[in-house]
T-cell receptor, first 114, second 111 residues
Framework: DTEVTQTPKHLVMGMTNKKSLKCEQHMGHRAMYWYKQKAKKPPELMFVYSYEKLSINESVPSRFSPECPNSSLLNLHLHALQPEDSALYLC?????????????FGSGTRLTVV | SQQGEEDPQALSIQEGENATMNCSYKTSINNLQWYRQNSGRGLVHLILIRSNEREKHSGRLRVTLDTSKKSSSLLITASRAADTASYFCAPGRGSARQLTFGSGTQLTVLP
């Protein structure tokens, strides 16, 4: 299995809702990432997990809450989002090391906040 | 973290022509990676070149790296309509797991 699977593919949520994005990989990668991408912009790094521990939080608002329950799963819990949080959310994974490995990305979750 | 800056921002060519995209970055790197993104989809890793390499090939892709000029180029030969996508470079630095992406080059290959 050489894929990163993200669910759901599309999500519409209200500003008072709580939802979660899910990401799964079975490549044995021990580093996993969340990126946010707005239209016609490059992906922006949000969180990095290394060996299931949060190692980098790029000053992301607390309405985004990541969780890594095991080495194959990465979740992003969403609560009280704003319309400007509408974007494509991408999950990626890689081997841990001297950063000499490419990342494998999922196809993303298209999030719309209404 | 650091990011690359791609040039040009947009490139339109005819099928069969070669496409060249450039990337510049600011600080020392361990490697430089190139990714492709089709509209609204995830990124696909194309090629990684290490800081001690000058050139690397993969199929129709050729990547060069000039660490003295802090620049890299991606050449796609004999382009196809299916190569239409955004291309991003991503400088990788040491063990820091903060891969960031430049603004990208939007390549359009016309049939």
């Amino acid at each position: 299995d050489t894929e990163v699977t993200q669910t759901p593919k599309h999500l519409v949520m209200g500003m008072t809702n709580k939802k979660s994005l899910k990401c799964e990989q079975h490549m044995g990668h021990r580093a996993m990432y969340w990126y946010k991408q707005k239209a016609k912009k490059p992906p922006e790094l949000m969180f990095v997990y290394s060996y299931e521990k949060l190692s980098i939080n790029e000053s992301v608002p607390s309405r985004f809450s990541p969780e890594c329950p095991n080495s194959s799963l990465l979740n992003l819990h969403l609560h009280a989002l704003q319309p400007e949080d509408s974007a494509l959310y991408l999950c990626a994974s890689s081997q841990v090391g001297l950063n000499n490995y490419g990342y494998t990305f999922g196809s993303g979750t298209r999030l719309t906040v209404v | 973290s650091q990011q690359g800056e791609e040039d040009p921002q947009a490139l339109s060519i005819q099928e069969g022509e070669n496409a060249t995209m450039n990337c510049s970055y600011k600080t020392s790197i361990n490697n430089l990676q190139w990714y492709r993104q089709n509209s609204g989809r995830g990124l696909v890793h194309l090629i990684l070149i290490r800081s001690n390499e000058r050139e690397k090939h993969s199929g129709r892709l050729r990547v060069t790296l000039d660490t003295s000029k802090k620049s890299s180029s991606l050449l796609i030969t004999a382009s196809r309509a299916a190569d239409t996508a955004s291309y991003f470079c991503a400088p990788g630095r040491g063990s820091a797991r903060q891969l960031t992406f430049g603004s990208g080059t939007q390549l359009t290959v016309l049939p």
